[in-house]
């Protein structure tokens, strides 16, 4: 059981590589992304700042100024959305068959012992495709999505490929309502 | 920032990365660049993640006070390394929340990772 547990914390780290090292291929490291990547974190760190220091004023001149920066930021996010979407569905396309085939090796296969009981909403997930009502056992897909979110999101930290945290706050701020002053 | 500038930042990070682990380990330091700060949490956080995984696998802890007592710990030592050591002004960060958060959940699936399989590897063959 130990060695199958090892197994899937290694695949997990070779997918991850993997993973990044086609994005690198396919996005990362070409001209389009990087210029708007750069764009995008410079246009997001200067509206962090423009909202610290204006951010409660009423002055209309500056709400205009802002909103057309957020109009921009939030074309530039759009554009690097679809610089990556492309190579992403390759990438999930692929990432998808090698899923169903180390879920085959792995059909109804105690993988580990979990030392909680799983809540019962995880249970679908963490007892997949396993024989008994032994709900610490742990099927594959639920150690491998625990691996892969761990280790990817790391190995995309300490290679530089995560985005920066003003981006993802000015990312998710757009997504969401807008304050009231700027209705 | 330019990709000049970005260079030039990265040259500055490989040769400040000793720096960095100095910083993080004096009390006090002054962290004009948050990010960098942020940086520290959050691999702090990962480690943290780890060696509990470890412990609570080899100990072991088992069921909801493994999950809780992990959440406890982990918030706690932040908590007292932000506040107490470096004694930061959560405020400049966006509050407490913001940097509880950082990295907490890549944090919980690290540590639910070498918790499962210490557990595992020392403690499989019993049930629960």
Known sequence: MWSDS???????????????????????????????????????????KRKEAHGDSLDKQHKKKIEREEERLKNNNRDLSLVKMKSMFAIGFA???LLSMFNSIFDGRVVAKLPFYPISWIQGLSHRNLPGDDYTDCSFIFLYILCTMSIRQNIQKLLGFAPSRAASKQGGALFAAPPAQFK | MSSKNKSVDGANKSKGGETVWRKAFTAHTDWPDKEEFLDVIYWMRQAIGIVLGLFWGVLPLKGFLGLLLFV????????????????IDEEEYGGMWEITKEGFMTSFAGFLVTWIIMYTGLHGSFSL
């Open chain 1, 6 to 48: 090892l197994l899937i914390v290694f695949i997990s780290i070779c997918t991850a590589f993997l993973g990044e090292g086609l994005t690198w291929i396919l996005v990362y490291r070409t001209e389009k992304y990087q210029k708007l990547k750069v764009e995008v974190e410079r246009q997001s760190k200067k509206l962090e």
């Open chain 1, 95 to 97: 990432f998808t068959a």
């Open chain 2, 72 to 87: 406890v710990v982990n918030a706690a030592v932040i908590y007292f390394y932000v506040n107490n050591f470096q004694t």
